[in-house]
């Protein structure tokens, strides 16, 4: 569809257009709204199928709420599309996840209209309870509103903030469950069942359908449904409902495609004072058929051809990271009858499903519960597994506490491993691993390792198997360098011991991880430029090879380190601090991250931006820029 051929979509610039549409210019609205993500992601790549299935919520509340003033905090942003074009971004769409674009997340400082940053799962009800309660206590009249969705609620902070909530009963506070039984993958745990019961009871919805017919009319049935709601309810689910027990007056579930009811339903709920939870159930995907019908591999789809479906694969130059770690998992689990693989909801993401295709039962998918993974693991490997734990590097961030509490001080042998190490590219600054190297070598008794290649990261994961206490391996996104490594023989690398590249006399550069491949380049052109450059890949963040260092103490006077992470606390800086304890004196130039948020762009603008790409390193060892 092209842009004349739209009727509706060029003539709403805010949500106070959307409000002069009839009930039935808003489903033609939906619709163009839907072909317009469907058409701008097919050639520029983002989250699709969370926010195709969010449309039509995303123009009732804008429809029903008086935005930005009522505040709409969305939870696991990639449902967001929608909301962004409604709100004045439709142009800038188009640059969605692109160096200088607008965010693929609700980002606080692109619109006021994004009332909460959302990368994170989890977060939204806490966050809106906080502004609700703010409200509450300067005597505003406002609306708070949080969507959560896309697996969310199996997230242990959801909970929490439920539990708070739901003690404050005169706070207004109206929770919208998402509920497309999916989160990256097929939803799993109890909550998904439980919520499955809830759905497709059919006494309970023949009477929540006549209910609703009279709740949009009747005022008086209203408040009665208020006192009386919570017995009915019980009676005819046969059980306690869960969110009426943490005090959330339950309403649904609706069909969050017919905008009809969802609009009477949102109005009415307007009404109603303190805390509610109201149940909407959509279709991952909906609208655009490719995606319902494998919504695992269009929830991130990369480019496609909207016309016919068909995905447009890049040529991958080798074997991607995570796909490395899939394989070889398998391969130790079929080694070793105490492997068992943990993630949090990535089970594709980090290609455990592989091991989950062949052994179901020593995989397991805990949910968007990161906390929850580790000290699992924990709980493995203090009966006798060896579990090999894998979440993305900033989603471990939120586990901090497991690791060093459940894990380390306990010295249990888990595997940590630690997929979207560094920039990860264009999910942006909630997505980059850059603190895990910073954060984790302050733990005692922690192993860090971070591979060059493909190999390196093979021989790693057996490494750490054969190792038996707390080890942790962090790898980037995307494909590796085409080292072979498919089928090789395991070889167990020695811990803390890293090895020399290349031999020099007039500059050493020390790189930690996949950076030791960009260094490697700058080194053979540094030498073509006639600076001898001596490079070692440290292998180990911790501990560091000192007998390695103390070489290059006793030999250079100029030394580089290079990491794909923030230098604050980062191994340039331990590196720098471990020559002077040693009394060498050896000037050190540390290339990283610095204190900064990284933005979204590809990996390679954002590691020249932020000074260690190729070019840089050959700037660092001999100022001259490279190709000059």
Not at 373 to 402: E, H, K, W
Not at 419 to 432: A, C, K, N
Not at 537 to 560: S, Y
Request: one cysteine or more.
């Amino acid at each position: 569809m092209t842009g004349t051929e739209y009727k509706y979509l060029p003539t709403i610039d805010s949500p106070r257009d959307l409000k002069r549409l009839s009930e039935a210019q808003l489903r033609d609205y939906c619709d163009e709204l839907r072909r317009y993500i469907v058409d701008e992601c097919s050639v520029n790549p983002g989250h699709l199928a969370s926010s195709l299935g969010a449309v039509e919520l995303a123009a009732a509340l804008h429809y029903v709420f008086d935005t930005p003033e009522d505040r709409i905090v969305w939870d696991v942003g990639h449902q967001t599309y929608a909301h962004k074009i409604i709100t004045g971004r439709r142009e800038a769409f188009r640059t969605k996840r692109q160096l200088g674009g607008i965010s693929g997340f609700p980002r606080m400082a692109e619109s006021v209209y994004d009332a909460f940053g959302g990368g994170h799962a989890s977060v939204s009800i806490s966050a809106a309870f906080g502004m609700a309660k703010a409200a509450e206590l300067r005597g505003e009249k406002r609306q708070v509103v949080a969507v959560i969705g896309d697996g969310s609620m199996t997230g242990g902070l959801a909970f929490e903030g439920l539990n708070n909530a739901g003690a404050s009963k005169r706070t207004n506070l109206l929770v919208i469950l998402n509920d497309n039984n999916m989160a990256i993958d097929q939803a799993t745990g109890a909550l998904k069942n439980y919520l499955l019961k809830i759905s497709t009871s059919v006494h309970y919805n023949r009477f929540k359908r006549r209910l609703w017919r009279l709740l949009s009319h009747t005022p008086l049935v209203l408040r009665l449904c208020q006192k009386a709601g919570n017995a009915v309810k019980q009676g005819l689910l046969n059980n306690s409902n869960l969110f009426e027990s943490l005090n959330f007056r339950y309403f649904g579930p609706v069909d969050g495609h017919n905008l009809k009811d969802l609009v009477r339903t949102l109005r009415a709920l307007r009404d109603i004072e303190g805390p509610k939870l109201l149940h909407v159930m959509t279709v991952k995907g909906k609208g655009y058929l490719p995606a319902e019908h494998d919504q695992s591999v269009w929830h991130a789809p990369g480019r496609f051809n909207p016309d016919t479906g068909e995905r447009i694969a890049s040529a991958a130059p080798a074997a991607r990271y995570q796909d490395v770690f899939g394989q070889t998992l398998l391969d130790l689990a079929r080694l070793d009858s105490r492997v068992v693989g943990v993630t949090p909801a990535m089970t594709s993401g980090c290609s455990m499903n592989i091991l989950m295709r062949e052994m179901p039962d020593r995989c397991f998918d805990v949910g968007i519960a990161e906390g929850h993974a580790v000290t699992f693991s924990a709980g493995l490997a203090a009966a006798g597994m060896i579990p090999f734990c894998n979440i993305y590097s900033s989603f471990m961030q939120r586990a901090y506490d497991n690791v060093i509490h459940d894990v380390a001080i306990q010295d249990l042998p888990v595997v940590l491993c630690l997929d979207r190490g560094g920039v990860v590219g264009e999910d942006g600054t909630t997505h980059h691993g850059v603190f895990d190297l910073a954060a984790f070598a302050a733990v005692p008794g922690l192993v860090i390792a971070a591979p060059m290649d493909e190999r390196e990261l093979r021989d790693m994961l057996y490494t750490a198997l054969q190792y038996g206490h707390p080890f942790m391996i962090r790898y980037p996104r995307g494909s590796g360098e085409g080292a072979a490594w498919r089928g090789e023989p395991f070889e167990a690398l020695p811990v803390g011991r890293g090895r020399r590249l290349r031999e020099g006399r007039d500059v050493a550069i020390l790189s930690v991880g996949t950076t030791g491949n960009a260094a490697a380049r700058a080194a053979a052109q540094a030498a073509a430029a006639g600076v001898s450059v001596a490079h070692y890949d440290l292998r180990f963040a911790k501990p560091l090879d000192e007998e390695l260092l103390d070489k290059v103490g006793r030999t250079f006077r100029r030394v580089v380190t290079v990491e794909d992470g923030c230098l604050r606390g980062g191994v340039g800086e331990a590196v720098a601090a471990w020559f002077n304890r040693s009394g060498y004196c050896v000037a050190v130039r540390t290339l990283g991250i610095g204190d900064r948020w990284v933005p979204h762009g590809t990996p390679a603008q954002l590691k020249a931006l932020c000074g260690y790409d190729e070019e840089s390193i050959l700037q660092a060892l001999t100022g001259v820029p490279a190709g000059e």
